[in-house]
């Protein structure tokens, strides 16, 4: 059975920072991986979306990376904002369905 | 307008009352999928639908049913609810084909009492 793990489960940064966000999965037979966005009340928003056969994926100031051999993925975030306040998880495409992660909630101080 | 919409988006009900949670979506998407969240255990599969005719249990069915009236509109519904139904349920959307980008719905927060 698919396990994924997101560590730490909360962390604050002062704003401007640069940071990273961990996921870790314990069955490397999957087809993607995808971030998310989760804003109280709004849902999740899909950040990117990393193929099983690419190692990263690049919007704005997010930058994903794969390494399906060791079971990890990093969300790399630049330049933190304000904005950028919200519970971030990941989850695997595999079995035909996704796996999630419990999230990082993350706290960008002014 | 959003393109995956859940009506409603709060409730509120009684132990061993029928309730029904709707799902409509315009992006044009075959495969149409129920989570719900819990509190430290992230998002879990009720059930999916691949098309009209093709529906599949998750991983925590039990206590829920599902129709797909048409394309768009995939509802939930939990026949008696009982307390520990109460949660942050979503729906969402794929294109068909293994691993596509799922996208999903604002949410509705139901609570048993």
């Known amino acids: 059975k698919q396990e994924v793990t997101q560590i730490p489960a909360a962390l604050s940064v002062p704003e401007g920072e640069n940071l990273v966000l961990n996921c870790s999965f314990t069955?490397?037979?999957?087809?993607?991986l995808q971030w998310f966005r989760q804003d109280p009340g709004k849902g999740l928003t899909s950040l990117l979306l990393?193929?099983?056969?690419?190692r990263e994926q690049t919007s704005g100031r997010l930058n994903a990376s794969l390494d399906k051999s060791s079971g990890r993925s990093t969300l790399y975030i630049a330049a933190s904002q304000p904005g950028d306040s919200a519970t971030y998880l990941c989850?695997?495409?595999?079995?035909?369905?996704?796996?999630f992660g419990t999230g990082t909630r993350l706290t960008i101080i002014p | 307008d959003a393109d995956v919409t859940q009506t409603p988006r709060n409730r509120i009900t009684k132990t061993g009352k029928r309730i029904m949670l709707e799902c409509s979506q315009t992006?044009?998407?075959?495969?149409m999928y129920w989570y719900r969240q819990d509190p430290g255990l992230g998002l879990r599969l009720i059930y999916y639908?691949?098309?009209?005719?093709?529906?599949n249990k998750g991983e925590i069915s039990d206590g829920y049913s599902v129709s797909r009236q048409a394309q768009a509109k995939f509802s939930l519904s939990l026949e008696s609810a009982i307390p520990n139904q109460t949660a942050l349920y979503f729906c969402?959307?794929?294109?068909?084909?293994?691993?596509?980008?799922?996208?999903f719905g604002p949410g509705t927060r139901l609570t048993v009492l």
């Open positions: 069955d490397s037979a999957i087809y993607n």
């Open positions: 969402a959307t794929s294109l068909g084909g293994a691993g596509n980008e799922q996208f």
């Open positions: 989850a695997v495409f595999g079995n035909e369905k996704l796996t």
């Open positions: 992006k044009g998407h075959d495969r």
């Open positions: 990393i193929q099983s056969s690419q």
């Open positions: 639908s691949f098309d009209v005719k093709d529906i």
